[in-house]
């Protein structure tokens, strides 16, 4: 490896060599389209690090290094940079030396490129082609192209920060340790050895990653990824391709037919505008996180259960609708033999269970509701969009008072069956070699890694929503809203919103709430629930609901042909740690509601609450004993040293300040300051007061019991 430091504008610089180069993009000379080019096989990473300065009017953030990386298959050159003028000029030079354009580009991996980009923004003007930018929302920015200079975002591939991304994709890893924002430090502030080894450190670690995105994508496909999903889509796109000709070869059809028909049925059963986003507004629920009330604020011994795979296991177990959806008159057999889009109204409803289930964010309208943190405990009345999974579990979970039964006012209805095999081969493949890995002693490789992430992908590709707006970026954010263009990117598409609306409402009704209300009749006492895993109380009972649940699974897995070894845990209810009776081992525990409680394991605290760091619950006190004393209904304030919370200060015009000493004068045009801030964590009274209420009442009657 050469590292050259560029102090002087004009200075001799030597760059690798572009041996390869990969040719990409799409032509369609019929429709006078030409979107390919040639993307040099040059693996480059991008990074800087930035100081803190508290001015007058608050935070502001200056760049005092910069570091870029290129590299091919015989060297690597790092290039370290300490002012502007230099890092613009180099810009300029790597261009030049690499003929960079429209029509010929290198990427700058970048980890974070959302920060970097506030520094870099005002000072490159940016290319303006269709393609040369792309950004998720406003500030999140996943591709900007300067001359053919391509910086793009990698941990939208990778997930996580660049250490996770290192251990994931390549041999060099992170270094332990950072460059504190908070110290301050100029253009002309010496790095010491261990600092100057950092800052090398990331950006080959972007290198490497970039040659690992050229070996697996973008040499065999001819594309670069933008995100981990877009991965999986791809993937897709190619098995229905593959599929589809093998159709057209197996009945010697007309080459292309199988698919165009595949692609027609696709289109007929997309929603118009509309109703699609009526489904993601009412009917598309996620996971259901929620603790019970009784048990908020009081420490407890629970067992942890969780789902193995619970979204895979559904895409390969649970059905889907396989035709347009059709209106229809409700009668109560469609719930058992038809996929079901309901809208209901209830009247009178209160709970049967401990257990509020509904989300107050997915009601249409409501009279007089009661809430629980959010859920709705009773009302007078209140109107639904729900699936049939979610009609079902609602009526176990909530009755009428006057014994009325629900009113179905509109009922549209789908015929049954699986998600389609090009989707379905791929959640298999991922399953298959995680679990071989994992069976092998190999949990800790970077395949394995590989695998799981792109595992728990497939059901981010599934609901992932149709875009209907640009972001666009021109010395400043702009929205541009597309909404007329929403039956031109369903063309584009072959999965269907409604099948992940199906998957996530089967995965949370099939394998979590029915299993939560089998317990809660049978008496056991269920603690916190979040997505795919149930908290509860030691109980002989349990075990035998479980044990049930994972033989009607083990079924399911044996009618679908699905009997290699390694799918032999998949849906299925699992413990991690058990006595050696073989019982599971409940640990201590302590919820302030959803997304707020804590666990000891191994004698340490592990806390998972809401914006706050796992490791801050250490400020709450000295002993294990003392962080469970002072996690309660009180709440906690942590100061800023204590809190660990990081906050984000934009600036978007020019500023300047005497940083460092000997003073210097820095100046950017734009700039993100990231500064630590207190944290707080309290609860609303009406929470408080609602758990008083339902855990005296319980004390006093036996409600729910």
């Not at 572009?18 to 390919?36: E, L």
């Not at 990386?69 to 230099?86: H, M």
């Not at 504190?180 to 090398?200: C, G, H, M, P, Q």
């Not at 509904?358 to 009345?381: H, M, Q, W």
Request: glycine share 6%; net charge positive.
């Amino acid at each position: 490896m050469r590292v050259c430091d560029v102090t002087i504008k004009g200075g001799p610089l030597y760059f690798p060599e572009a041996i390869w180069s990969v040719h990409c993009g799409r032509a369609d000379h019929k429709k006078g389209i030409d979107n390919t080019y040639d993307i040099l096989e040059i693996f480059g990473g991008y990074d800087t690090e930035t100081t803190n300065i508290r001015q007058a009017d608050g935070w502001a953030a200056y760049v005092y290094h910069f570091q870029i990386s290129l590299a091919n298959q015989r060297e690597t050159v790092v290039y370290l940079f300490r002012k502007w003028e230099v890092f613009l000029w180099f810009i300029d030079e790597l261009v030049k030396n690499y003929k960079l354009g429209e029509k010929r580009k290198l990427i700058l991996w970048v980890a974070n490129f959302s920060f970097e980009f506030q520094f870099l923004r005002e000072r490159l003007e940016w290319d303006s082609g269709e393609w040369d930018f792309f950004a998720k929302e406003e500030r999140q920015p996943l591709k900007a192209t300067y001359h053919g200079l391509e910086f793009r975002e990698a941990l939208a591939i990778s997930g996580g920060d660049l250490a996770h991304l290192a251990k994931t994709y390549c041999k060099t890893q992170k270094l332990v340790g950072d460059l504190d924002y908070s110290v301050e430090r100029n253009f002309s502030t010496e790095l010491d050895e261990k600092a100057r080894a950092y800052v090398i450190n990331d950006v080959v670690i972007l290198s490497e990653f970039s040659e690992r995105m050229f070996k697996d994508y973008i040499r065999p496909h001819k594309k670069v990824p933008m995100t981990k999903t877009s991965i999986l889509i791809d993937e897709y796109k190619r098995n229905l391709k593959r599929i589809c000709k093998e159709r057209d070869e197996r009945l010697n059809l007309e080459n292309g037919e199988s698919l165009r028909s595949w692609m027609d049925f696709i289109h007929s059963c997309q929603p118009d505008e509309k109703t699609y986003k009526t489904w993601f507004t009412y009917l598309f629920r996620g996971g259901y996180v929620h603790a019970n009330a009784l048990y908020s604020d009081i420490e407890v011994r629970a067992v942890p259960r969780d789902i193995t795979s619970s979204y895979p296991a559904y895409m390969l177990l649970g059905y889907v609708p396989v035709t347009p959806f059709k209106k229809v008159k409700f009668t109560p057999e469609l719930l058992n033999n038809k996929c079901c889009i309901l809208r209901v109204q209830y009247d009178f409803i209160e709970q049967t269970t401990p257990h509020s289930i509904e989300s107050k964010n997915k009601i249409v309208s409501v009279v007089n509701g009661v809430y629980d943190n959010g859920r709705l405990v009773s009302c007078d009345s209140c109107e639904l969009w729900q699936t049939e999974h979610d009609y079902k579990v609602f009526n176990l979970f909530y009755r009428s008072k006057t014994g009325q039964p629900p009113t179905v006012v509109e009922c549209y209805i789908a015929d049954r069956g699986e998600i389609p095999p090009y989707v379905t081969d791929v959640v298999k493949k991922y399953y298959l070699r995680k679990n071989e890995l994992k069976a092998n002693g190999q949990k800790k490789t970077q395949e394995y890694s590989v695998c799981k992430a792109a595992l728990n992908s497939n059901y981010g590709a599934c609901v992932k929503k149709i875009r209907l707006q640009r972001v666009n970026y021109n010395h400043g954010w702009s929205i541009d809203s597309v909404s007329a263009d929403y039956y031109k990117e369903i063309e584009k598409t072959i999965l269907l919103p409604q099948w992940g609306i199906w998957i996530t409402a089967g995965s949370r009704c099939q394998f979590l709430l029915n299993t939560l209300y089998k317990l809660t009749r049978a008496g056991v006492e269920c603690v916190y629930l979040d997505t795919d895993s149930i908290k509860y109380r030691p109980c002989h009972k349990a075990e035998k609901i479980f044990q049930h649940y994972n033989n009607s699974i083990r079924r399911h897995l044996h009618n679908r042909g699905l009997r290699n070894k390694h799918f032999s845990d998949l849906g299925m209810y699992d413990v991690e740690e058990r006595d050696k009776n073989g019982r599971p081992l409940a640990v201590r525990m302590k919820t302030l509601g959803a997304k707020r409680y804590i666990c000891e394991i191994d004698g340490e605290v592990i806390a998972t609450v809401a914006g706050m760091p796992k490791m801050s619950i250490k400020q709450l006190g000295e002993t294990v004993d003392e962080i469970f004393e002072n996690f309660n209904f009180y709440g906690y304030a942590l100061t800023p040293d204590m809190s660990g919370k990081l906050t984000t200060k934009y600036r978007d015009t020019p500023h300047e300040a005497l940083v460092g000493y000997p003073f210097e004068k820095m100046r950017e045009l734009s700039s993100v300051a990231l500064y630590q801030i207190p944290f707080t964590m309290s609860l609303g009274p009406e929470y408080i007061a609602y758990c008083a209420q339902v855990q005296k009442e319980h004390k006093e009657d036996g409600r729910f019991m």
